[in-house]
Nanobody, 124 residues
Framework: QVQLVESGGGSVQAGGSLTLSCAASGITDSSRTCMSWFRQTPGKERLRIAGLISGTTVTYHHASVRGRFAISLDNAKNTLYLQMNSLNAEDTAMYYC????????????????WGQGTQVTVSV
């Protein structure tokens, strides 16, 4: 079965950087698969902040992270990354990777597989 395992979260001071990883296994056909990063804070909906379509150069970054975060995929390692720079307190959240076997959408309900999440805490 498909498994997604996130890692790389932690505590960092404002202005710092972190790189999140999402190791994927069990995806037998990754062509044209949407892989996204979401984040969620208590009491709020899960927000899609970045995504890409495997096998293409198409990427998406939410306005709140554009220019600071970068999503990428290492096909050889079956690992999705989120490079996060210039972190601020508003980036504090639980971060999840998710896979959808179709084109990318924003609704979390439309994603087929989820990781367990990794916490990012930014202190000022």
């Amino acid at each position: 079965q498909v498994q997604l395992v996130e890692s790389g979260g932690g505590s960092v001071q404002a202005g710092g950087s972190l790189t999140l990883s999402c190791a994927a296994s069990g995806i037998t056909d990754s062509s044209r698969t949407c892989m996204s990063w979401f984040r969620q804070t208590p009491g709020k909906e899960r927000l899609r902040i970045a995504g890409l379509i495997s096998g293409t150069t198409v990427t998406y970054h939410h306005a709140s992270v554009r220019g600071r975060f970068a999503i990428s995929l290492d096909n050889a390692k079956n690992t999705l990354y989120l490079q996060m720079n210039s972190l601020n307190a508003e980036d504090t959240a639980m971060y999840y990777c998710a896979v959808r076997r179709a084109y990318c959408v924003d609704r979390m309900e439309d994603y087929d597989y989820w990781g367990q999440g990794t916490q990012v805490t930014v202190s000022v």
